[in-house]
């Protein structure tokens, strides 16, 4: 179905439907101050400004955020209070999005069980999405590369994808397995754009937990390691961030469980503690107008951050972040923090993403696609 508004029109829409629950849909909001009619009715009048019964753009949206399950049940019965055509089409579009997520589960859980044979394996990422899911499966282990590269050619008929520059300096892995439409993921030994960082894993490791997750029980991160991994892939890597980063920070904010004394040692250690605090004062900020506050911060973190929401934009799909000046110095703290940690070889590592950033920048502008690089 053709959409009839753009992302910038849909994101407030999809934002209060995710992050303005009054926990009952399984949103991160479980804590929200405004009261839930008043979010139908805002979300009655958005969908009422609709030029057409058509929602392309919000699912698309919502496919991008991976908030699909979190944000159109609540969509769904509001359109059918309203007797709206389209809410079949939704109804519709969430069993298939459903089936795909049991159909990766169903996958995930052989996957796991194969790779504990050669080392300890955690699901990251993409079950911090739930009850949501990922567009790709990814994995962090300790085990050798060979044996898993052999474990899943043998056990699964996978083929390696082809591995940019950046996949071999991180130390990962991309497999296709026949019958899953999704990417597995394996990052070997190494977390990090360049695989700079490697102590960190060890806390990953010691703290994992085995967590239920629909019929399915996963070894997942603790909440501090889960919030490393995020900060590292949103503020060091992609540098923009997703409605389901927001929602999953949030939730486990609400939590209680993040241990704040601990998370600033183990960050601090990796040179990460300016973006790690930055990016939970971005998340506190963007929530605040669809739940009534702002998330439940303790000063070390509110302190040390260096911006907030303020500084983030949406523009193509997601909510950016700056690169310049921002990104820039989180960058140079962690380079040298590793460096003043002897870790020279993970130094060298990261020494090598501006140059790779720029290759990957410029293969983008001459070919579309920075695939073979970055």
Same mark, same amino acid.
């Given at each position: 179905?053709?959409?009839?508004?753009?992302?910038?029109?849909?994101?407030?829409?999809?934002?209060?439907?995710? #992050?303005?629950?009054?926990?009952?849909?399984?949103?991160?909001?479980?804590?929200?101050?405004?009261?839930?009619?008043?979010?139908?009715?805002?979300?009655?009048?958005?969908?009422?400004?609709?030029?057409?019964?058509?929602?392309?753009?919000?699912?698309?949206?919502?496919?991008?955020?991976?908030?699909?399950?979190?944000?159109?049940?609540?969509?769904?019965?509001?359109?059918?209070?309203?007797?709206?055509?389209?809410?079949?089409?939704?109804?519709?579009?969430?069993?298939?999005?459903?089936?795909?997520?049991?159909?990766?589960?169903?996958?995930?859980?052989?996957?796991?069980?194969?790779?504990?044979?050669?080392?300890?394996?955690?699901?990251?990422?993409?079950?911090?999405? %739930?009850?949501?899911?990922?567009?790709?499966?990814?994995?962090?282990?300790?085990?050798?590369?060979?044996? !898993?590269?052999?474990?899943?050619?043998?056990?699964?008929?996978?083929?390696?994808?082809?591995?940019?520059?950046?996949?071999?300096?991180?130390?990962? %892995?991309?497999?296709?397995?026949?019958?899953?439409?999704?990417?597995?993921?394996?990052?070997?030994?190494?977390?990090?754009?360049?695989?700079?960082?490697?102590?960190?894993?060890?806390?990953?490791?010691?703290?994992?937990?085995?967590?239920?997750?629909?019929?399915?029980?996963?070894?997942?991160?603790?909440?501090?390691?889960?919030?490393?991994?995020?900060?590292?892939?949103?503020?060091?890597?992609?540098?923009? #961030? +997703?409605?389901?980063?927001?929602?999953?920070?949030?939730?486990?904010?609400?939590?209680?469980?993040?241990?704040?004394?601990?998370?600033?040692?183990?960050?601090?250690?990796?040179?990460?503690?300016?973006?790690?605090?930055?990016?939970? !004062?971005? !998340?506190?900020?963007?929530?605040?107008?669809?739940?009534?506050?702002?998330?439940?911060?303790?000063?070390?973190?509110?302190?040390?951050?260096?911006?907030?929401?303020?500084? !983030?934009?949406? +523009?193509?799909?997601?909510?950016?972040?700056?690169?310049?000046?921002?990104?820039?110095?989180?960058?140079?703290?962690?380079?040298?923090?590793?460096?003043?940690?002897?870790?020279?070889?993970?130094?060298? +590592?990261?020494?090598?993403?501006?140059?790779?950033?720029?290759?990957?920048?410029?293969?983008?502008?001459?070919?579309?696609?920075?695939?073979?690089?970055?």
């Amino acid at each position: 179905m053709d959409g009839v508004k753009d992302s910038t029109a849909c994101l407030p829409l999809l934002s209060r439907l995710v #992050l303005g629950s009054d926990g009952n849909n399984g949103s991160a909001s479980s804590v929200s101050r405004i009261p839930s009619d008043v979010h139908d009715t805002e979300i009655r009048k958005a969908i009422s400004d609709y030029q057409s019964p058509e929602f392309g753009d919000l699912w698309v949206l919502a496919t991008s955020h991976h908030v699909i399950l979190r944000g159109f049940p609540h969509l769904h019965r509001i359109m059918l209070e309203q007797g709206n055509t389209t809410a079949d089409w939704v109804e519709r579009a969430l069993e298939r999005e459903k089936a795909r997520i049991d159909n990766a589960l169903s996958f995930l859980g052989p996957i796991c069980h194969a790779l504990k044979d050669a080392g300890d394996v955690i699901v990251i990422k993409s079950l911090d999405h %739930w009850p949501d899911f990922g567009s790709d499966i990814d994995l962090y282990t300790n085990a050798e590369s060979s044996r !898993v590269v052999a474990i899943m050619r043998e056990g699964f008929h996978a083929r390696l994808a082809e591995r940019s520059w950046g996949d071999r300096l991180a130390s990962k %892995w991309n497999f296709i397995i026949p019958g899953l439409p999704e990417l597995v993921e394996i990052h070997v030994g190494r977390l990090g754009q360049t695989g700079e960082q490697v102590s960190i894993t060890e806390s990953l490791v010691k703290r994992a937990r085995s967590a239920p997750f629909g019929a399915h029980e996963f070894c997942v991160p603790a909440p501090e390691d889960r919030l490393m991994i995020s900060t590292l892939q949103r503020m060091y890597r992609h540098f923009y #961030l +997703r409605l389901c980063d927001i929602a999953d920070t949030a939730r486990l904010v609400d939590s209680g469980e993040i241990d704040y004394v601990y998370l600033r040692e183990l960050a601090g250690s990796a040179g990460l503690w300016d973006g790690m605090a930055t990016y939970l !004062v971005t !998340v506190s900020g963007y929530v605040k107008p669809y739940r009534g506050s702002e998330l439940d911060l303790p000063r070390l973190v509110t302190d040390a951050a260096r911006f907030g929401n303020e500084e !983030v934009r949406f +523009r193509r799909k997601f909510l950016r972040i700056p690169i310049f000046p921002h990104a820039a110095r989180f960058y140079a703290a962690e380079w040298r923090r590793l460096l003043m940690n002897g870790e020279l070889q993970n130094t060298m +590592r990261l020494s090598l993403l501006p140059g790779l950033a720029a290759a990957a920048a410029l293969e983008l502008k001459l070919t579309g696609s920075d695939k073979g690089i970055w």
